[in-house]
């Protein structure tokens, strides 16, 4: 598919001021100014964040009144349940509530319902097995504001419910004792982007803070800090900004999870091939996450439940082997799935892709959905069906809001929520066909086609004499890397591709140089297909890298995209 190239107009005026402030390459002051960090102080904090500059979890709206509740219960001895998600957000928030309350002395009853079976948050039957058991207490992490019904349930059943979610609020708020979401009206919490997990995180800080307080601790202090490996790898996982306090908590939490001090998320990293060096968002991304939400796809949740708060090294490897044959399991369903949907597609001329079919894994739809909007560049919709009910997952793009799009046929559909990049939905059979219709007819009002051509942001036109070490250590202070804080994107234009060839099938190996400049290896993944290209007048769109093998540092370019006659597409 071809992509419409831009770039971000160079500012010489403010690369100099930065410059000299931070001591910074041009090229590294313009990164900062893209990503709006044009004032010196400002950048300087983003380049060495801080977990002084957390943000006062207390001005979570309840917060203070929510924190009291759970001392309450845990001075009177009252059991108390932490009530999660069965995705990767979902299973740290729960392992981290659960196990914060472990290291204070707390026994508490964790809960991740069965994707299949019971679908996502809270839901009646669960709640009275937990009350029937003695619970009197619910905290609900990355889940329950969705859920007035269910709460209105507890309450009758005499439970207090504690909301700790950080999804869009569609709907009345429910009746809870205390909703922690910094989404709610009146909510002074000043950062609106955090993950469940970032959420159940300033509630244990609370907690910490007025135990503390009340002279519960009688030896050490809890380290939370050791508790932000859970927190970088939900985050992560959950694709929000990595800006404001998700950077500064993802940017401890990598450190903690380098440091390897909890046996099972070692033992994933081991078996996931993971190996000792820098990690970065891209291991949690690809290599981790989709090990732990493998268990909640398929099956349950609980096998990666009890490989995040295992203390016992055997049994962390057992497990770590087991999500990894339970992902293994999940790719092969995921790409027959794939394969499937391909085969449904029609003409390729509507704005959008709905497709529905019997046996499909409501699991794997999602990632199914994902992988269809990025080939394609558009909106799609998954829906697996089993009797007269059909779940849905639905995936945007760039230039659509999703959760705008299934709003507008919201009367067709009998529950709907997520956020604009990604949602699910549970649909009547009977609607399906009426759905599909006002859907794409709604896209068509909504999106032009020039909207669905895929764009690649640029950073800078530069030179490849620039591209040295020195820029390379600067944009490293840049990281972690992830939404709204993506990896710089260079580019150089009138480049001379001197060779290419083909590296395991689908990825091409270049080497490229500019006249009267030493030339460079690069590697493009998946870009196979433009094999073979040699000549000059090339723009080349890049990300620089050190390649570190058998002890040996090599400066090389990760390819993007290679345009014939670039300069006309910059103009």
């Keep these: 598919m071809k992509k419409r190239w831009k770039v971000t107009p160079a500012n010489?005026?403010?690369?100099?001021?930065?410059?000299?402030?931070?001591?910074?390459?041009?090229i590294t002051a313009q990164l900062l100014i893209n990503r709006g960090l044009v004032e010196p102080d400002k950048a300087f904090s983003f380049l060495r964040p801080e977990l002084k500059d957390l943000h006062d979890p207390f001005l979570f709206k309840d917060m203070e009144r929510s924190a009291e509740r759970i001392i309450e219960a845990i001075r009177a001895g009252e059991k108390i349940a932490v009530f999660g998600d069965y995705d990767v957000d979902g299973t740290t928030s729960t392992a981290l509530v659960y196990l914060f309350f472990k290291e204070i002395g707390v026994e508490a009853t964790c809960y991740i319902p069965e994707r299949q079976s019971e679908g996502y948050g809270l839901n009646s039957p669960a709640l009275k097995k937990l009350r029937d058991s003695g619970i009197s207490l619910v905290i609900t992490v990355d889940c329950g504001v969705s859920n007035s019904a269910e709460v209105a349930y507890a309450n009758s059943l005499g439970m207090d419910i504690i909301i700790s979610d950080h999804h869009e609020i569609e709907s009345a708020l429910p009746e809870a004792y205390g909703i922690l979401n910094p989404k709610q009206s009146g909510c002074a919490?000043?950062?609106?982007?955090?993950?469940?997990?970032?959420?159940?995180?300033?509630?244990i800080m609370a907690l910490r803070a007025r135990l503390r307080e009340d002279g519960w601790f009688k030896g050490e202090i809890p380290n939370l800090k050791r508790y932000l490996d859970l927190v970088a790898v939900g985050t992560v996982a959950d694709l929000v900004p990595l800006v404001d306090e998700n950077r500064i908590l993802v940017s401890y939490g990598l450190k903690e999870l380098e440091r390897g001090g909890r046996v099972g998320l070692k033992a994933l990293m081991d078996a996931s091939g993971i190996k000792p060096g820098k990690l970065d968002t891209d291991n949690i991304a690809f290599q981790l996450a989709p090990r732990i939400n493998a268990a909640g796809r398929l099956t349950s949740a609980t096998l990666a439940l009890k490989l995040l708060v295992t203390e016992d090294a055997a049994e962390g490897a057992s497990l770590a082997e087991s999500l990894n044959r339970e992902n293994a399991s999940r790719q092969k369903i995921e790409e027959e799935t794939l394969q499937q949907a391909l085969g449904m597609l029609g003409d390729g001329r509507?704005?959008?892709?709905?497709?529905?079919?019997?046996?499909?894994?409501?699991?794997?739809?999602?990632?199914?959905?994902?992988?269809?909007?990025?080939?394609f560049g558009k909106p799609a919709v998954m829906i697996a069906l089993e009797g007269d009910c059909g779940k849905g997952s639905a995936r945007g793009v760039k230039a659509f809001n999703i959760l705008e799009g299934l709003k507008a046929c919201?009367?067709?559909?009998?529950?709907?929520g997520g956020h604009k990049a990604a949602a699910g939905l549970t649909i009547s059979r009977d609607n399906i066909e009426k759905f599909k219709g006002e859907?794409?007819?709604?896209?068509?009002?909504?999106?032009?086609?020039e909207d669905l051509t895929p764009e690649i942001l640029l950073d800078a036109i530069v030179s490849l004499d620039e591209v040295d070490l020195k820029l390379i250590a600067e944009i490293?202070?840049?990281?972690?890397?992830?939404?709204?804080?993506?990896?710089?994107?260079?580019?150089?234009?009138?480049?001379?591709?001197?060779?290419?060839?083909?590296?395991?099938?689908?990825h091409l190996r270049l080497k490229v140089r500019q006249k009267g400049q030493n030339s460079l290896n690069c590697i493009g993944f998946g870009l196979a297909p433009l094999h073979p290209i040699k000549g000059g007048g090339y723009g080349i769109a890049f990300s620089p890298f050190i390649d570190?093998?058998?002890?040996?540092?090599?400066?090389k370019l990760r390819i993007k995209d290679v345009k014939a006659e670039c300069v006309k597409f910059l103009t």
């Design 350 to 375: 509507e704005m959008g892709i709905v497709l529905a079919s019997e046996g499909w894994n409501p699991g794997v739809i999602g990632i199914v959905a994902s992988r269809l909007a990025d080939r």
């Design 410 to 416: 919201s009367h067709l559909l009998a529950k709907y």
């Design 12 to 26: 010489k005026e403010l690369q100099e001021v930065l410059g000299k402030e931070l001591n910074i390459l041009p």
């Design 439 to 449: 859907f794409l007819e709604f896209l068509d009002n909504e999106i032009a086609d």
């Design 548 to 555: 570190e093998w058998q002890g040996g540092k090599n400066l």
């Design 189 to 203: 919490f000043p950062f609106k982007l955090l993950a469940g997990v970032g959420v159940a995180f300033n509630l």
């Design 476 to 506: 490293e202070k840049l990281a972690p890397f992830g939404a709204s804080n993506r990896e710089p994107l260079l580019c150089v234009t009138d480049a001379h591709i001197i060779a290419t060839e083909i590296v395991g099938s689908r």
